[in-house]
Structure formats: C-alpha cells, structure tokens
C-alpha cells in the first residue's frame, strides 16, 4: 500500500492475508510517509519476500521522492521478521527513492534492483540478495523513477532483462549494456507493464499509454492491438457546426475534434478527425468568432491558437508578471467565456484574461 499522495498515512506498508482477503494484516511499516512501490516473492520459495518501501509526497506543483524510509527489506518467514539491504550488503548508500525488482524464474537465487538514488544505480544479487553488486550507474540508468523503474527478466535466461520507461529496453549482458527493443515511434511510448510468456520468453506482451502491443518473435515484429477502447478524454466541448464537432484532449496522445456524424455507410472512421495539438491533451475549444480557429492545452499550461486550414500552431501562454514565476497544474484550467467568445480565461496560481 503506497498510502495518500497528498499528505502523511498510517495506512502505508505491506499486508498479508491468509484467508483470502477477508481480513488483512500490516507486516512491513517504515514511517507515515512511506508506501510500498513493489513486493516480490521468490518463486520456488514463498516464504522468501522482497519489499521496496518508497517515501514519497506530492505537492501542488511539485514532488519529493526519496528519504530516509525508502529501503529494500527483505524477509525469510513470511514477514515475521525483516531484514534491510544496507551499504555493507553492497546496496546504494543515502536517501533513496523508488525501488524496481525482480527475481529471475529460472534461478532465484539471482535478483536485480533499479535503485533511485542520487546516483540512480542497476544491481544483481547471486546469493539471492543477501549482497549487492552494482552493474551499472551510468546516466539513464533509470529515467524519471518515479513513474517507471520496473523490471521483468526472460523467464530461461536470467542475464537478459528488461528495463521499462519511455521504450523498453533490454540487456543480454546482466545489465551492462542496454538496447531499444521497439522505438516509441512504432509502438507508444510510455511502457507500464510487460509480461512476458513463462513458457515462452519470445512471447510477450506490452501494456503502454497508448494501449496493448505483442510480439511473438522476441521483439523483432510487433503489433498494436487497435480495437480496444482505451482513450481517454481529459475534457470536450462542442461547436455549432452542423453536423456539431466533439473537441477534446487525450491522455498522452494530444488534442483532437471530428464530426458527431458523417453523411456516408461507413460511419465515423479514423480519417474524419483531425489532430490539432501534442503532448497530454487537455481543454480544446473552437473559437466561435472564427470556426477556422481554436484554442488547445497541454500540460504544464501550454496554451496554443491553431488554424484548422494551414495546420499552423502559435504559442499564446500568457507571460509571467515582472519577477514572478507562473506555477500550472498539469491539466491547467482553461475556459471560454459564455457571454463573450472572444475572452478566455486560464489558471495558474493566477486567472488569466485574454
């Protein structure tokens, strides 16, 4: 349980149940601000459990990940009793963050830990994590870990394994050198989970911001499942075309608007929306003075003015008063006025006129 996101928590830790989740009980706690991130167990012995306890908080516009609670702990009985990997153990010294791990199928004796630290470090334990040895801290090692650092290892071979996060990426070498597997130009970026066949490592599946891809060549060839509804519609709004127009930003695939119907057999299909803005998309409105205009957000307040003709985008994000930085919220509020479409109104920790 990694607990609220906002504030302190008791509730953090790890649980155990014995009678099918009727009822729980708490075997790991570090300090109110620290959650679990990842709980593995040995495969050939249950008993044997990895727990990597993250101290983590959010604020408004900004975040602490790491501290004095986060640690790898490891325990032989079930959870009765608790052990910490610490620096004489070989493991990373100081504050750390989130922890990524993985013990391989085939020997568990062999575990890996992609450790978020000052210096971000991969490492392999041959003794089934009782000492550490680091195979890499080169920069990347483990970009943004606190929304990726995970792990999966091929379930035959315990020196080819995965890394996950804005591709995937895999070593055939323990870890000493990585490569891209697929590029976040053929298959969406962003990837959150990866499982892969125990039968057969050849056969995996990607889960991935944009939706589910598989291979069943270890890699080489891919395909992206395209009929699942998976989109995510951050915010729409119509115009007053006839046929109306639905506008509306996705997550992590940028802004959009199409007809609400098409006067043809076939239906709406893909070509008859149109993509007007990148990145996470958020609020899209058209501009009701001129329906060859419209007005789109990303993250971070990025407010655009796009022409529906030329395709051209032009940066409008307000500019920040005289020795004042603007803080937006990842999806930052942005708005029409009913009564006058020519104002719009967007929030920082001011509201914006235009």
């Known amino acids: ?37 990842d709980l593995v167990i040995d495969p050939k ?20 990940s790491g501290g004095e609670g986060s640690g790898l702990y490891i325990s032989h009985d079930g959870g009765e009793t608790w052990r910490e990997s610490l620096a004489q153990d070989g493991f990373p010294s100081g504050e750390l963050g989130r922890i990524g791990l993985v013990v391989s199928p085939s020997d568990p004796e062999v575990v890996y830990a992609l450790v978020e630290a000052e210096r971000s470090e991969l490492l ?9 040895v680091t195979i890499s801290d080169e920069d990347g090692i483990a970009p943004r870990p606190f929304y990726y650092a995970d792990l999966r290892i091929d379930p035959v071979n315990e020196n080819r394994i995965y890394s996950l996060h804005g591709s995937i990426q895999v070593s055939e070498d323990k870890g000493q050198s990585f490569r891209t597997v697929v590029p976040s130009s053929l298959i969406h970026g962003d990837v959150q989970e990866l499982w892969i066949n125990p039968d057969d490592g050849r056969n995996m599946i990607m889960g991935n911001d944009g939706g589910l891809a598989f291979t069943r060549d270890g890699g080489v060839h891919w395909r992206f499942v395209e009929n699942l509804t998976l989109a995510q519609f951050y915010h729409i709004s119509l115009d007053d075309a006839t046929p109306y127009n639905v506008y509306g930003g996705l997550q992590d695939n940028g802004s959009w608007f199409g007809p609400n ?3 043809e057999d076939r239906g709406i299909m893909n070509l008859h929306w149109r993509r007007v803005g990148p990145g996470d998309g958020f609020s899209v409105f058209n501009d009701k003075t001129d329906d060859r ?5 990303m993250q971070g307040g990025r407010l655009v003015r796009f022409d529906k ?9 307000p500019v920040h008063p005289e020795n004042v930085g603007l803080r ?3 999806n930052a509020a942005l708005n029409v006025d009913p009564l006058d479409p020519r104002a719009l109104y967007l929030g920082s920790q001011f509201v914006h006129r235009t």
């Open 124 to 132: 392999r334990s041959d003794n089934g994590g009782d000492t550490w």
């Open 261 to 263: 119907t098409v006067w």
């Open 328 to 330: 937006f919220n990842w």
């Open 1 to 37: 349980v990694m607990g609220p996101a906002w504030s302190d928590g008791e509730i953090r830790g790890v649980y155990k149940t014995e009678d099918l989740g009727e009822t729980w009980e708490r075997i790991l706690f570090t300090n109110p601000r620290t959650g679990a991130a």
């Open 309 to 317: 003709m030329t395709g051209q985008r032009v940066a409008i994000q």
């Open 293 to 297: 205009y419209g007005y789109s957000t």
């Open 45 to 64: 012995n249950p008993e044997k459990i990895f727990a990597a306890m993250w101290e983590f908080r959010r604020w408004p516009w900004y975040f602490e």
